[in-house]
């Protein structure tokens, strides 16, 4: 069985500004890629996620854009190769009630011990990152500062 995992939340913002606040680098700056972003997310780029507890700016192909809808992106592995990359896709759903859910759902790990335990890490990201969001785009609160080193 090859790892795959999805993580949700609801964030009490319409999904127009909760798609921004991936979309837009300056955002993402602010509550998750603390490091800093370079690039817009737009359909066929690649654009860079630094984090301070994670030295190294990552390369993320973005395979995929629906606005205020989905992102598709990909990333891992050797820069360049598609060799032990995975594909990440976030979905971004409009609640009727001006709060969106924001669903992230992670495959192409590979079928052993390593991918299993690379899975189980980039799930605790991604719950991380949705609770981070939350907590910015309602209240301007940045969780990740400090959570990590």
Same mark, same amino acid.
């Given at each position: 069985?090859?790892?795959?995992? @999805?993580? #949700? *939340?609801?964030? /009490?913002?319409? !999904?127009?500004?909760? &798609? +921004?606040?991936?979309? =837009?680098?300056?955002? %993402?700056?602010?509550?998750?890629?603390?490091?800093?972003?370079?690039?817009?997310?737009?359909?066929?780029?690649?654009?860079?996620?630094?984090?301070?507890?994670?030295?190294?700016?990552?390369?993320?192909?973005?395979?995929?854009?629906?606005?205020?809808?989905?992102?598709?992106?990909?990333?891992?592995?050797? @820069?360049? #190769? *598609?060799?032990? /990359?995975?594909? !990440?896709?976030?979905? &971004? +759903?409009?609640?009727? =009630?001006?709060?969106? %859910?924001?669903?992230?759902?992670?495959?192409?790990?590979?079928?052993?011990?390593?991918?299993?335990?690379?899975?189980?890490?980039?799930?605790?990201?991604?719950?991380?990152?949705?609770?981070?969001?939350?907590?910015?785009?309602?209240?301007?609160?940045?969780?990740?500062?400090?959570?990590?080193?």
């Amino acid at each position: 069985m090859k790892p795959e995992f @999805e993580v #949700s *939340g609801r964030i /009490a913002r319409p !999904v127009h500004e909760v &798609f +921004e606040a991936v979309a =837009d680098p300056a955002k %993402l700056s602010g509550y998750f890629t603390t490091g800093g972003a370079k690039g817009r997310i737009e359909e066929g780029a690649t654009v860079t996620w630094d984090f301070h507890d994670f030295p190294g700016a990552f390369p993320v192909h973005i395979a995929e854009v629906v606005p205020d809808q989905r992102i598709v992106l990909e990333w891992g592995g050797p @820069e360049g #190769s *598609g060799e032990g /990359a995975t594909r !990440v896709t976030m979905r &971004f +759903e409009d609640l009727g =009630d001006g709060r969106t %859910l924001v669903s992230i759902h992670e495959e192409g790990f590979a079928p052993n011990d390593k991918g299993t335990k690379q899975s189980y890490g980039n799930c605790m990201g991604w719950a991380q990152m949705i609770s981070a969001m939350k907590a910015w785009v309602e209240h301007g609160l940045n969780l990740r500062e400090g959570m990590y080193r």
